[in-house]
């Protein structure tokens, strides 16, 4: 299933279609007393970049078909109110899976959970208008392009399902555990190159993607940047081109879907050169982790970290160093 996200993950951040779940998270308490649930707030309209959406009354019976969005309801208190998600939410353990689809939705399934609110990440087919049409309201959210974004999506979940306060909370956590984390990272005297790979036919993130920039927060040079067709956001990258470019970090994104490990990168013609593997600096990620842009970028952001981290003392050890 891997093989149809990279084409959709050069046009946009979807879910990723390997499903590798785990990692931690944060996240504001869900009693009634701490959640600020607003009932009494309704109806109330939710302004998006792609629209605004009015609910007339609390969310009972949510449908999402965007993993993000739905880690998000989650995190916010808001897990009691979905009544399903796509078959790529598969987090957290207690979302109830379905076999609907946010790549090729069907109006007919999804309605016959009877939704009071359908979050999506994208419009595949003019769900919306079809939706619309049943006077089913529908919340777009399409790939956060900064972390601006994801914290606005957080606040429009919380509005529109009646969590206000529980979004704001975790807003604030995110924001400063995310600067925590970069502000203790120690600085490298010289900024160090990477090299993310999306999966073994390596394809790739730019710093202009919500990945990259994740990155540059921590002063990394991307060697996507420079790569043929690296406007898109995700460039396909040559094996002559990566080992050229000898990254001091390469981040693997495709562990689960393409069984991809710092034995199986070391073992490619040419590679056990590159200075990440001389120095063991290929670090395996959590697929979905590095792909979503909900509460777990914090996890994704402390990974960075801890690789930065490792790399600073690895080539402090190396006899090349």
């Not at 993950?9 to 998270?25: E, I, N, R, T």
């Not at 359908?118 to 392009?145: K, M």
Request: charged share 15%; net charge negative; proline share 7%.
């Amino acid at each position: 299933m891997f093989r149809r996200f990279v084409p959709l993950f050069a046009v946009a951040l979807v879910a990723v279609a390997c499903s590798s779940g785990g990692g931690g998270s944060i996240g504001a308490p869900s009693s009634p007393e701490a959640s600020g649930i607003a009932a009494d707030s309704f109806p109330v309209t939710v302004e998006t970049d792609a629209g605004s959406v009015t609910l007339q009354k609390q969310p009972t019976a949510i449908v999402s078909l965007s993993p993000t969005a739905t880690e998000m309801l989650f995190a916010i208190g808001a897990g009691p109110q979905v009544e399903a998600v796509d078959d790529q939410s598969n987090y957290p353990a207690e979302a109830p899976m379905t076999k609907l689809s946010g790549f090729t939705p069907n109006v007919e399934a999804i309605t016959a959970y009877s939704p009071d609110l359908v979050v999506v990440s994208s419009d595949p087919g003019g769900l919306v208008r079809s939706l619309s049409q049943l006077d089913i309201p529908v919340l777009v959210q399409p790939p956060a392009a900064t972390l601006d974004d994801s914290y606005s999506q957080i606040s429009q979940l919380g509005q529109a399902t009646g969590h206000p306060n529980e979004a704001a909370a975790l807003d604030g956590q995110m924001r400063s555990k995310i600067e925590q984390i970069v502000a203790s990272t120690p600085k490298p005297a010289v900024a160090l190159s990477l090299y993310h790979e999306l999966d073994d036919t390596y394809y790739s993130a730019t710093t202009k993607t919500f990945i990259g920039q994740i990155y540059a927060m921590f002063g990394l040079t991307n060697i996507a940047d420079e790569a043929e067709k690296a406007s898109s956001g995700y460039p396909q990258l040559s094996a002559e081109y990566i080992i050229s470019s000898d990254p001091d970090l390469i981040l693997l994104a495709d562990v689960e879907c393409c069984k991809q490990s710092a034995d199986t990168v070391g073992s490619r013609p040419g590679w056990s050169g590159i200075a990440a593997v001389k120095n063991g600096s290929v670090v395996a990620l959590n697929g979905d982790v590095a792909s979503r842009w909900g509460p777990r970028v914090v996890d994704f952001v402390q990974t960075i970290a801890d690789a930065v981290t490792a790399e600073q003392g690895a080539s402090k050890e190396s006899p090349a160093a």
